[in-house]
């Protein structure tokens, strides 16, 4: 974790500077393991925000505000009894370990001053915040530690504060090249560094490595043991509070520090007007990639359950439908019963007659009610074919809509997939919430005959814009998002003479290629926008993949159908690869759409979008 030694070092005078002598007005507690102090200081209010989060634990001021519980947990209400008022008059590192002690001058319950402490220890799965009372005694602790997770150090109220065992590593300020002569002459020279040296986490002990002139892995038979134990002597006295986040090659956040580090390979981002607002971008962005992983996992397992629902209705409708087609053999048996009426006689069980039906003039045995007369049998016969062609009409208009609502969570999975930022997942979940597969929306039960009505009303489902660029010939591409703002583009905004492309059967997004009044297509921007759609779709990683395209007036939307779902025709069909060698467009970034949909161009003489006009045409892609 890199909230190591030296970072509490750099919180702990930060708050000194701000927090010294402020007043603790305010005392919540957002989640069972955090802390979060407004504090009155130098004429401005603090929130200083302690976490004992197995790993996230961190001590530092926000600016973040979490919503609070509806009722006040039980060591928030303590905190308040005890602290809500009072003054902080002592910031202090507890040496070298990562342990911040907050001492708050406060009143008894007779009105007497008195000092409590608290402690906010990073460890870890270990980490915990202790209220100690002025008789260094717990008045409670936000993880209440018994005998049975560790018999060496309870904490529960009213017992003695016992701090953390100090750990026997060598104390950095003073370590020299003869301390590290004992370690494994093979171990990374890093490694040891960590194991035998107090207050360095990895990110330092990696650092003094590299400032001894030694690779980053480098075992230590090939380190300077002089050097080393002077780098590791320098980051320990080091101040030079510089706070960055720090990037991997991929561009993705990995780590954060205060001190400049020159070993580490990817970017580092700078510029962080104190060390609290650096750990606050760091947890931030941290917190939200958490709130993106879990919302879409669970929106994911969602929408495949239902859709293993659906495939499981729709085999047992196949099924069906194979029963009821055999309603042609009730009336063919009905009607050869009327042909020989002749031969059969009330009270016969069967009856053998020739199928003039069949070719070969084969025979057939026709079972009958022994009860019924030989007409009663053949209209018992015809009553059946009618119920069976009754239910298979049913039946398909079932199998019909199952289909549908398959295509569509399936064009939801891909869009979940394809995220890439929370609101792109808060936008599928409103969706879905809307097409009643969340609470938050209709019911099922109610929602299978309303589905799908809500999302293409030609309102703009959110503030979310859909992806927009241009093509090499300097055209507008758009892209939608999800399923409700392929309906957005594609039916409200997108002009009748501009192209629509979708991948051929298979789930993906709309893309709309915007074509000025009277302007000819360039051949590169239809095999850009084609491209796209490709690559925005189930088919990413696919070759050959068919792009069907067509004008947008050929594109319509069927009564009662879910978002995304359009059918279309005058169409053609491009088989591309959607691979950024071929096609440069895929690997350019992406504005968020603020200059293009959602605005009329005034250069392309349109104003008002509208629909378009309402050919018959065959069955789309979904």
Same mark, same amino acid.
């Given at each position: ?12 005078? /930060? ?99 008195? $000092? ?180 879409? +996992? ?50 016969? $069980? ?62 939801? /999975? ?21 097409? +009643? ?49 392929? =309906? ?6 997108? +002009? ?76 053609? $069909?491009?088989?591309?690869?959607? =691979? ?19 605005? =009329? ?22």
């Amino acid at each position: 974790m890199a909230f190591d030694s030296k970072v509490m070092a750099a919180v702990v005078a /930060e708050l000194n500077q701000r927090l010294l002598g402020g007043r603790i007005s305010k005392i919540y507690q957002p989640e069972p393991d955090e802390l979060a102090l407004l504090c009155y200081a130098g004429g401005e209010n603090h929130r200083l925000f302690l976490s004992a989060h197995p790993r996230h634990a961190r001590v530092h001021l926000t600016q973040i505000e979490k919503r609070n519980p509806p009722a006040p947990p039980m060591f928030c209400m303590l905190m308040r009894k005890y602290v809500e008022g009072g003054r902080i008059v002592a910031i202090e590192q507890a040496g070298r370990d990562r342990i911040c002690r907050i001492s708050i001058r406060s009143t008894d319950e007779l009105g007497n001053p008195v $000092t409590y402490v608290l402690v906010a220890e990073v460890m870890g799965k270990h980490s915990n915040i202790v209220l100690l009372n002025p008789q260094g005694r717990i008045v409670d602790a936000i993880r209440r530690v018994t005998e049975e997770v560790n018999r060496h150090r309870e904490l529960l109220p009213g017992l003695p504060y016992v701090p953390p065992p100090p750990t026997g590593k060598l104390d950095p300020a003073a370590v020299t090249a003869d301390d590290l002569t004992e370690a494994d002459p093979n171990a990374p020279a890093w490694q040891v560094l960590l194991d035998r040296v107090d207050g360095l986490g990895p990110l330092l002990a990696r650092e003094a490595v590299c400032r001894a002139g030694a690779g980053g892995d480098a075992p230590l038979r090939e380190v300077d043991l002089a050097r080393l134990a002077a780098a590791a002597r320098d980051l320990a006295a080091a101040e030079d509070w510089a706070p960055r986040l720090l990037y991997d090659a991929d561009g993705r956040l990995k780590e954060f520090h205060v001190l400049p580090l020159r070993h580490w390979p990817g970017r580092a981002e700078t510029g962080f007007g104190s060390v609290s607002a650096c750990i606050d971008a760091y947890f931030g962005q941290r917190a939200e990639e958490e709130r993106f992983r879990s919302l879409r +996992g669970s929106l994911a397992r969602l929408v495949r359950d239902e859709i293993a629902r659906v495939r499981r209705k729709l085999r047992a409708q196949e099924e069906s439908l194979a029963r009821a087609e055999s309603a042609e053999t009730y009336r063919l048996q009905g009607e050869l019963i009327t042909a020989n009426l002749w031969q059969i006689a009330k009270g016969m $069980t069967e009856v053998r007659v020739v199928n003039y039906y069949d070719p070969e003039g084969a025979e057939m045995v026709i079972a009958l009610d022994p009860a019924l007369s030989p007409t009663e049998n053949a209209q018992a016969y015809y009553r059946r074919y009618q119920r069976a062609r009754s239910g298979l009409a049913a039946i398909q208009e079932q199998l019909s809509r199952s289909r549908a609502e398959l295509a569509y969570l399936e064009q939801v /999975e891909v869009a979940l997939e394809q995220a890439e930022s929370l609101p792109d997942l808060e936008e599928v979940r409103r969706e879905l919430a809307a097409e +009643g597969y969340l609470r938050e929306g209709r019911s099922r039960r109610a929602g299978d005959a309303g589905r799908g009505r809500t999302a293409g009303d030609g309102k703009q489902p959110s503030a979310l814009r859909p992806i927009t660029l241009r093509s090499s010939d300097g055209l507008e591409i758009w892209i939608g998002r999800n399923n409700r703002q392929n =309906d957005y583009l594609t039916l409200k905004l997108a +002009g009748p003479q501009d192209l629509w492309f979708h991948t051929k059967e298979i789930p993906g997004s709309h893309v709309i290629l915007r074509v000025p009044p009277g302007k000819e297509v360039p051949e590169r921007s239809i095999q850009e926008a084609a491209a796209l759609a490709a690559y925005h779709s189930k088919a990413r990683q696919s070759s050959g993949v068919p792009v069907d395209y067509t004008a947008r007036k050929h594109v319509r939307k069927p009564n009662g159908a879910r978002p995304g779902m359009v059918i279309y025709d005058n169409h053609k $069909t491009l088989w591309v690869t959607p =691979d950024p060698e071929l096609f440069p467009i895929l690997k350019r970034g992406w504005s968020d759409g603020a200059e293009g949909a959602g605005q =009329d161009d005034p250069d392309s003489g349109r104003g008002d979008r509208h629909r378009g006009g309402h050919p018959e045409g065959a069955p789309g892609a979904p």
